[in-house]
């Protein structure tokens, strides 16, 4: 019978509470390979088997686990009675007529009532493969590893291992709101929280009519790749050029991005408690552009009142470029659009605003009407994984 072994490694050190982030990659699993129709998922002994119904099936769910945060690895692996003897029997059978090569046989045995140790095991089971193969032994640099597992009724054995998203399980760590702004530094970050066991939603920010629809497009292309991760995603389109254009009339030149981007983080934690979501999550890196220093950091982060996550502040752009490309959501980030907040820029936007500047800058911006009016225009679109395409709502008014 053909499995596939998930191992997790950060959920083992939970103590008490270990079994439910166990119990919540269980059901993240079942849910991810719903249309598959696997036979079986469950946990056993430090490790879930995902039994599949015939081998034809597992590119297609080793596809889907990589996705899929709290998984530190998993392999193909072939399920057999535990008794060492048959253990042996289908490992030597599944090597007969190989190329040669060196190997080692490197054995695990998870239930202790097992009556045979692991030292013993891997020399019975190597001593068989040499029999058939004439294989050499080398336990130091070997071209092979033939993993053997015995639980309390079954056993496994496996040639590879596949790296898995490690992380903890969705739904394990929370809500949050992640601003995507369609380039590659924001998606990173939103999967970055994904990763951390949270659920996020996003919220675009777009200037349609004024410019193109080219973000949001961009934005549904970034959060149907992101979905894999977490299974359903939600999508706020905000308009935003509406406030854009009342704050060119009453707000300096050089200040003008800096009071875009706090009315962005005012309108998605708006958007964030509709959700439950309880932080928020930016792209931003310390210096990669003016509104970027300390400084204007401080002062644009001051306008949010619930926790500000900024994952990749400290990453320099290769580092997040080389995790975009792993995700492939830079060919989709690189597609060129009209960027929100570019439109009426100033030349030579302010690098060190003070927080004072900032709030007289706001005095007489109806900031409260302005924020509920641009909430209230959010699009709403829902997007699942597993889909043939995304599943997006009627345009609906939050």
Request: with cysteine; charged share 25%; net charge positive.
């Amino acid at each position: 019978m053909t499995s596939v072994i998930v191992h997790y490694q950060e959920l083992g050190l939970k103590g008490r509470n270990r079994p439910w982030f166990i119990n919540t990659l269980v059901r993240t699993l079942r849910d991810a390979l719903r249309d598959i129709h696997v036979t079986e998922v469950r946990p056993i002994m430090g490790r879930i088997e995902v039994r599949l119904r015939d081998d034809g099936q597992w590119p297609e769910v080793a596809g889907r686990l990589r996705w899929i945060p709290g998984i530190a690895n998993f392999s193909r692996a072939t399920h057999v009675d535990a008794d060492l003897e048959q253990i042996a029997g289908h490992v030597a059978a599944s090597v007969a007529g190989c190329s040669p090569c060196t190997f080692r046989v490197s054995a695990r045995r998870a239930d202790k009532r097992f009556p045979v140790p692991s030292p013993d095991m891997e020399r019975v089971i190597g001593r068989r493969v040499q029999d058939v193969t004439g294989w050499r032994v080398d336990l130091t640099r070997p071209e092979r590893t033939i993993f053997v597992e015995v639980v309390t009724n079954d056993a496994f054995f496996y040639f590879d291992k596949e790296r898995g998203a490690g992380g903890l399980p969705v739904g394990s760590g929370g809500r949050v709101m992640t601003l995507l702004s369609g380039g590659i530094d924001s998606p990173v970050a939103g999967w970055r929280l994904i990763r951390r066991g949270c659920r996020t939603s996003f919220v675009h920010f777009h200037s349609h009519p004024i410019l193109s629809r080219t973000s949001q497009d961009k934005a549904r292309s970034l959060v149907e790749q992101l979905t894999r991760g977490q299974l359903h995603s939600r999508l706020f389109l905000v308009p935003f050029a509406p406030i854009q254009q009342r704050i060119v009339i009453g707000v300096p030149p050089a200040l003008r991005v800096l009071i875009y981007r706090r009315f962005m983080l005012r309108i998605a934690e708006r958007l964030a408690k509709r959700t439950g979501a309880q932080a928020l999550v930016t792209g931003d890196v310390v210096g990669q552009v003016a509104s970027q220093t300390i400084e204007n950091l401080a002062v644009v982060g001051a306008a949010a009142t619930m926790p500000l996550l900024r994952p990749l502040i400290g990453f320099d752009k290769d580092e997040i470029t080389a995790e975009a490309q792993r995700l492939g959501t830079y060919d989709i980030s690189i597609v060129p659009d009209d960027d929100c907040c570019s439109l009426f820029a100033a030349k030579f936007p302010s690098t060190r605003a003070s927080r004072e500047e900032a709030d007289a800058a706001e005095t007489d911006l109806s900031i409260e009407q302005w924020v509920d009016e641009a909430a209230a225009a959010a699009v709403v679109e829902d997007f699942r994984f597993p889909m043939v395409k995304s599943a997006r709502q009627e345009t609906t008014r939050t």
